[in-house]
């Protein structure tokens, strides 16, 4: 089993995937790349004119993805302007591509802003057990190298994630997700509630004919609207607009994916927000 990476916010919507039953063989078709890319290192760009100098321009910072040649992440990384290294992700696989270790570096700790429970935290560390079908059934995780909790996994019959529980250090339940299915093994509702059964929050998910999410809404616990997306996507499954309703206030991002490589990859894509354009995202992309 994989899991979906996130860097910013907005490159997050570039891809959204993940959620329906679909054959993914790696990580290259989870993130919808082409081809055996190895590197890509993406520069994020407050403004078109800043993004002139690819890569040493004024860029805001610079996220890095290593493949191994199965076409599985190794790394993940991020890095302020000045070369800074400010956060790290490294993954360890079984025989079978599942990961079974995933470490979660944060490097930055002179950001004044961050509260002393932040600054403390630099080593997440997840320790992923499978079954004999290669399925998880619980992870553990640690801070700083000391327990912190553990999660127990539930699944049907067709290996669908249906409930994981959550365990503190003293054993006690703390929280219960649940995720509910369509015939073709589309998520259809994510939930989230407390150890009482309280609910925290909710999430319905709907699904187009190419198996892409094209609406997304969340609830608060009362069962008031707390933000809905719905997506378009151009013919390569890259997302092309999300009009995003947020607590009563509509906004629309669009994305315009001005060049790609001969592989099919996008180069560059610059992001909009109710029509004025407030990022540009450009790739370099090294190849097996």
Known sequence: MKYLFVFLVPVLLFSCKGHKKRVEKNDWDKLNYKSTVK?????????EAASKNFPSGNYYD?????????????EKATYKRDGTLTYQC??????????????????????????????????????YSFNKKGIIIGDSVYVNLKFHHLKIWQHDSTGNITTIKSYNTANKLTTVENWKYDG???????????????????????????????????????????????????????????????????????????????????????????DKKRWVFKRSIDYY
């Open 184 to 274: 073709d093994g589309n998520i259809t509702e994510y939930s989230k509630s407390n150890a009482n059964g309280r609910l925290i929050n909710r999430t319905t998910y709907a699904f187009n004919k190419q198996g892409n999410i094209w609406q997304k809404e969340k609830y608060y616990a009362d069962g008031a609207l707390e933000t809905k997306h719905i997506y378009r996507y151009n013919t390569s499954n890259d997302v092309t607009d999300d009009i995003v309703i947020d607590n009563g206030k509509h906004n629309k991002w669009e994305y315009d994916y001005s060049d790609t490589d001969p592989d099919g990859n996008w180069l560059k894509v610059s992001y909009s927000e109710n």
């Open 39 to 47: 590197t890509v290192i993406t520069a994020s760009y407050f403004s």
């Open 90 to 127: 490294t993954y360890k696989y079984d025989s079978k591509h599942n990961v079974i270790e995933e470490n979660k570096y944060d490097h930055d700790f002179t950001d004044t802003t961050l509260s002393a429970d932040s600054l403390v935290r630099k080593l997440y560390s997840y320790i």
């Open 62 to 74: 610079c996220d890095t993805e290593r493949f191994d040649t199965s076409g599985f992440l190794t």
